[in-house]
């Protein structure tokens, strides 16, 4: 059986879609471990209630980003799983841990990309007036939401949309595209090549 760890900082409701999806058996694996920087984070308790262990690495408690980098990286090479997945972790991943693990990280996040990268997505499409918005789910490289891109998927912005409401709609094709991508990694069925992502 293949194995996944997640991370996240905060509410974990993709973390939650995964732990779903590998329970219904949609994609071969089990959650093998919840990894956070939040000590407060709801995840947490998703986690407990799912039976997956959890590590905390509460950033607070370490001298310096230095510090925490190290033990987070200790943590990812300890794990060892076969993917691992950023559901609403908002840290960025130092070059280290992006290099020790070539490939096997991904990341959602809740815009269009190239457009809106960082943090915000729904704000900033909403600012920015756009009249289409989505999700991204992609590798995760050195940069900041750069990675090759492996499914995108649209929601319309209506009229009335505040941040809110267009983050609801977001974060409803967030959990599917999700799953869907941790499936295709673990069937095998990704290939890099240069920017693109093909998908058998
Ligand atoms: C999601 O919108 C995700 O795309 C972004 O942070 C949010 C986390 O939500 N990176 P949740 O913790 O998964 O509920």
Redesign the pocket.
Known sequence: MKRVAVL????????QALIDAAGSGYFPASIARLITDNPDAF?IRRAKDAGIPVTVLDFASYRGRTEYEAALLEEMEECDPDLFV?????RILPAAVVRAFPGRII????ALLPSFPGLH?PRQAIGYGVKVAG?TVHFVDEGTDTGPIIIQRCVPVEEEDDEESL?AR??VE?HRVLAEAVRLFLEDRLRIAGRRVIVR
Not at 8 to 15: I, L, P
């Open positions: 996240a900082s905060g509410r974990g409701s993709n973390f995840a950023l559901a609403g972790y908002m990341n959602i996040h809740p997505g999700c983050a977001i974060l967030e």
